[in-house]
């Protein structure tokens, strides 16, 4: 597609129950990352992806938290026994070059754990 | 510590009017400084963009102002309309992007018709 996708958009989930999100990005993407966006806050990077090299992990804020992608392509963020401090908006970006350059973001994963 | 700081937190400007948010940073090793745009319920857009090695940039309405021995930016948003109700978010990266973007805390604008 044109743009970075996100699914599900809005998923609400009990406390103590694993969640997973899916972000596919732009096609020829080679970088990728997650950031959580709480509410009222700005973005907080989780995790970021350069071509078939090993992921950036630093910014996962628990083990709780990982991730994987496939390649240059499709990638999943995995929360496990979710808090409801988890309850945030869940989002994507990819660009063709490493650095912060040409970012291009999905709309997000809204993850409410209640 | 890696931090952008900005401000203020919420604006309101009226129609035609400059909407100016500024951001401060602490790690001189950034070296690519973006503006995104944000719409509720959406992703962040870039907006525009500057490197340290530039004072001003503009790009239609819309000018990154840097001043690097001062380590500040500001986003200066011409002639105010009411669709540039937005929260505006300032960010600052290294160049390996190996950290990802640093961002601002975020700016609620209002452009009052």
């Known amino acids: 597609g044109a743009g970075v996708s996100q699914s599900p958009s809005n998923k609400v989930t009990e406390k103590g129950k694993d969640v997973e999100l899916r972000c596919d990005p732009i096609?020829?993407?080679?970088?990728l990352y997650w950031y959580r966006q709480r509410l009222g806050q700005g973005l907080e990077f989780l995790i970021y992806f350069q071509g078939n090299s090993a992921p950036d992990k630093s910014g996962l804020p628990s083990d709780r938290f990982s991730a994987e992608r496939t390649g240059e392509s499709v990638s999943t963020l995995t929360i496990q026994r979710t808090q409801q401090e988890d309850s945030a908006v869940y989002l994507c970006?990819?660009?063709?070059?490493?650095?912060?350059?040409?970012?291009?973001f999905g709309s997000g994963t809204r993850l409410t754990v209640v | 510590q890696q931090q952008v700081k900005q401000s203020p937190q919420s604006l309101i400007v009226q129609k035609g009017g400059i909407s100016i948010i500024n951001c401060a940073y602490e790690?001189?090793?950034?070296?690519?400084f973006p503006w995104y745009q944000q719409f509720p319920g959406k992703g962040p857009a870039l907006l525009i963009a500057i490197r340290p090695d530039v004072s001003e940039k503009k790009e239609g309405r819309f000018t990154i102002s840097f001043n690097k021995s001062a380590k500040q930016f500001s986003l200066h948003i011409m002639d105010s309309q009411p669709g540039d109700s937005a929260t505006y978010f300032c960010?600052?990266?290294?160049?390996?992007?190996?950290?990802?973007?640093?961002f601002g805390k975020g700016t609620h604008l209002i452009i009052q018709p």
């Open positions: 096609s020829g993407h080679t970088a």
């Open positions: 790690n001189t090793a950034f070296d690519y």
């Open positions: 970006a990819s660009s063709f070059h490493r650095g912060g350059y040409g970012y291009t």
């Open positions: 960010a600052a990266s290294f160049p390996d992007g190996a950290d990802g973007l640093t």
